[in-house]
């Protein structure tokens, strides 16, 4: 079980996005740079397109998201307003849950 996942609301902690929020729209394990993720309007490049007529793709600059090491974000702690650390937890009926670690509440509950 992975402590960060796809859907999940983050923040950025380290890099030139530093304090902006978004949700993680993909997580990839990359084999030299680990796992990295792609967050919904964070970590935006500018990227040189050429048209392509045959994918109707028109040319120009266009921005986009960029991969981003999974050690710069942290989980959104809607109840203190800051990134949480994830941990487990083993419910009575034997099912695994991802917690906050500042104040022990279910992720997505």
Known sequence: MRKLRTGDEVI???GRDKGKRGKITKVVQDEQKGL????QGVN????????????????GIIEKEALMAI???????????????????????????????SNKKQLGA
């Not at 990295?36 to 967050?39: N, W």
């Not at 990227?47 to 028109?58: A, D, F, G, R, V």
């Not at 009575?92 to 991802?98: A, L």
């Open 44 to 59: 935006l490049i500018k990227k040189h397109q050429k048209p392509n007529p045959n994918l109707n793709i028109q040319g």
């Open 36 to 39: 990295r993720v792609l967050v």
């Open 71 to 101: 050690s710069n974000v942290a989980i959104f702690n809607p109840e203190t307003g800051k990134g949480d650390r994830v941990g487990f937890q083993i419910l009575e009926d034997g099912t695994k849950v991802r917690i906050f670690k």
């Open 12 to 14: 950025v902690i380290a």
